[in-house]
C-alpha cells in the first residue's frame, strides 16, 4: 500500500499561483504513472495529470492544459503539481496517487485508498 503526503494547498485569488508536493511514492514499473486527482463534494476524483514512470511524458486533462505542470524528483520520492493562472473551479481537494492513462482519460490505481489530500481554494 502506497502512503502520500500530499502539502502546499492554501487560499489564492484567481489568476494566482500554487505548487502542491507529494511525498512519498516509489517510482517504479510496477505502474503506468503518479498523477494529481481532485474531488469536490458530491462528485467523483477527477484526474488532472500524470506523469509517467517509464519516460516521463507528462498527461493533463484538457481544463489544466497550458496552466498547471507537473513534475517528479524521483531521488526525493516526490511528485510537484505547478499550478498557475488559477480559477474558481480548480478549487478541491487535491490528492496523489498511483495512476493509468488512455489519452485524455486519467484514473486512479490506489484501490479507493485516498490520503488527507491538500485544500486549494480560489477565490476573489
Known amino acids: 500500500q502506497l502512503r502520500f503526503v500530499e502539502s502546499g494547498g492554501g487560499l489564492v485569488q484567481p489568476g494566482g499561483s500554487l505548487r502542491l508536493s507529494c511525498a512519498g511514492p516509489?517510482?517504479?514499473?510496477?505502474?503506468?504513472?503518479l498523477g494529481w486527482f481532485r474531488q469536490v463534494p458530491g462528485k467523483e476524483h477527477e484526474g488532472v495529470s500524470c506523469?509517467?514512470?517509464?519516460?516521463?511524458?507528462?498527461y493533463y486533462t484538457d481544463s489544466v492544459k497550458g496552466r498547471f505542470t507537473i513534475s517528479r524528483d524521483s531521488a526525493k520520492n516526490t511528485i510537484y503539481l505547478q499550478m498557475n493562472s488559477l480559477k474558481p473551479e480548480d478549487t478541491a481537494i487535491y490528492y496523489c496517487a498511483a495512476a493509468g492513462y488512455y489519452g485524455d482519460y486519467i484514473w486512479p490505481i490506489n484501490f479507493g485508498s485516498w490520503g488527507q489530500g491538500t485544500g486549494v481554494t480560489v477565490s476573489s
Open positions: 506523469i509517467s514512470t517509464r519516460d516521463g511524458s507528462t
Open positions: 516509489r517510482f517504479t514499473s510496477d505502474y503506468d504513472a
